[in-house]
């Protein structure tokens, strides 16, 4: 803890805030709330869902989502120590913590402010979607966690108002954005926009996502997205089905293409990509891979072929310009700053090779920095990001405001205006392998090219 509030302070001097991890839904069953609850002590047994047969788990278990159902089953596991049943929503060793116990609050806003005593100014409210549960429901997303995450809030105003809060709500669009307010969390993940960039990549067309910027990309004031292409997870299509049905697209058949493509199944696909925690019940899957992996780069060189790396290249930077570009902070997972690669050999490490994530956990190699070549594609991806880095900070139309959505009469082209301080800018993202043509009345229209007495061009 020395350690980390020393790197605290040095981080700051730098202009770099720290993110950590705040665990909250639940506990490692090696913590000592665990241990003692395991021992006996029913004060710390209060702490978790304990139950001493089926009969509740089953009833529970009839309306709850599988998160990880390769594995096990259920959400339910037996600890031979207590003889109890444990809510375990996520791996056997995570107990959920029962906030439904007032000490359970008072114990973790204890946590909270310890590691803002330390100097971390954001905290990842880690599976906020899942901390509180109710018999009938799928125990996501109820009244409870919000009020509870305005509690932690509260609190952090009063004691470290410097605090903010990361949304981790990897839920319905619907849902993501009931998180995000001054009162809850500051900043949220935009998993919809990560999911829907992927989705445009492999159908060359842009409805969907154009759809979804113009309904739901809009936050409350103080609020901002966290915009991502890869973090260390799964990619899932969280797409709203109405959505898809409004422009066309039946959502089912749909998520089974996604899937099929970015695992490399369907016929003409440039991606490599693992399927994540298929459900056999449902049918439903998610994908991993790294960015250069699922755009191309890795079938490109296993071709040699120069045109085929190009296009990977190209559809890398394109996903970088718009979370770039489209308002937020824009997140950069590590490894894909550099275009690393798929790494398959986790698979020969016992404790790995049944989690298809590994194959985008790759460690750095800090000795030969892929950044330093610039003829080859991880230097160049890296130089590109410095250049759109400094576009980013040089454009100051990118400094805050809204983004309005322009239609381009061309459904292979995603276009938007960001507007702030008395400057404009318009965006166009070809999804498509191919030149595309706009026509020039379009872009007037949206701004560029000419002044206008209220936002004077970039």
């Not at 089953?58 to 989502?65: A, C, E, H, P």
């Not at 309904?215 to 299509?237: E, K």
């Not at 199944?265 to 049918?283: C, E, H, I, M, V």
């Amino acid at each position: 803890m020395e350690q980390l509030a020393a790197l605290c302070t040095l981080l700051r001097s730098e202009g770099i805030s720290l993110t950590v991890d705040f665990v909250f839904n639940h506990t490692s069953d090696e913590h000592e709330w665990a241990l003692r609850a395991r021992a006996g002590e029913p004060a710390y047994q209060r702490y978790y869902y304990l139950f001493p047969d089926r009969t509740i788990p089953d009833q529970y278990d009839r309306t709850l989502r599988e998160i990880f159902p390769t594995v096990r089953r259920g959400s339910f596991t037996w600890d031979e120590g207590m003889r109890r049943w444990v809510w375990t929503t996520f791996n056997s060793f995570q107990w959920d913590l029962n906030y439904s116990n007032p000490e359970v609050f008072r114990a973790m806003a204890g946590e909270m402010l310890f590691l803002a005593n330390q100097g971390v100014e954001i905290l990842r409210l880690d599976a906020v979607a899942f901390i509180w549960k109710r018999l009938g429901t799928d125990c996501e997303n109820q009244p409870e966690a919000h009020l509870l995450i305005q509690a932690f809030n509260a609190l952090a105003r009063i004691a470290a108002p410097s605090l903010l809060f990361l949304s981790e709500a990897i839920v319905h669009p619907d849902e993501v954005i009931k998180y995000v307010s001054v009162d809850e969390c500051q900043i949220s993940y935009n998993p919809l926009l990560m999911a829907l960039l992927w989705e445009a990549l492999a159908t060359r067309q842009v409805r969907l996502l154009s759809s979804s910027l113009r309904n739901r990309y809009q936050l409350p004031p103080g609020c901002a997205w966290l915009n991502y292409i890869r973090v260390h997870d799964d990619i899932g299509w969280t797409f709203d089905d109405e959505d898809a049905r409004r422009v066309g697209i039946d959502p089912y058949g749909h998520r089974r293409f996604l899937n099929s493509f970015y695992t490399g199944f369907f016929p003409g696909s440039f991606a490599r990509g693992l399927p994540f925690q298929f459900n056999p019940d449902t049918g439903d899957a998610r994908v991993s891979g790294t960015l250069a992996s699922l755009a191309g780069l890795e079938q490109a060189l296993e071709a040699g072929d120069d045109g085929l790396i190009d296009l990977a290249l190209k559809r890398i930077l394109l996903l970088y310009s718009v979370v770039m570009s489209a308002g937020g902070m824009p997140l950069i997972y590590i490894g894909d700053e550099v275009a690393t690669l798929n790494d398959y050999r986790y698979v020969d490490d016992p404790a790995k090779a049944d989690d298809s994530r590994w194959v985008h956990r790759v460690a750095s190699n800090w000795e030969n920095p892929a950044w330093r070549d610039m003829s080859r594609p991880g230097g160049y991806i890296y130089s590109e990001l410095l250049r759109l880095t400094s576009l980013r900070k040089a454009l100051t139309a990118l400094a805050g405001g809204d983004l309005e959505v322009v239609e381009t009469g061309n459904a292979q082209v995603l276009g938007y205006v960001r507007r702030a301080n008395g400057r404009q800018l318009v965006v166009l993202a070809n999804f498509s392998e191919r030149p595309q043509k706009i026509e020039p009345n379009t872009l007037r229209v949206a701004g560029a090219g000419y002044r206008s007495p209220t936002w004077p061009a970039v």
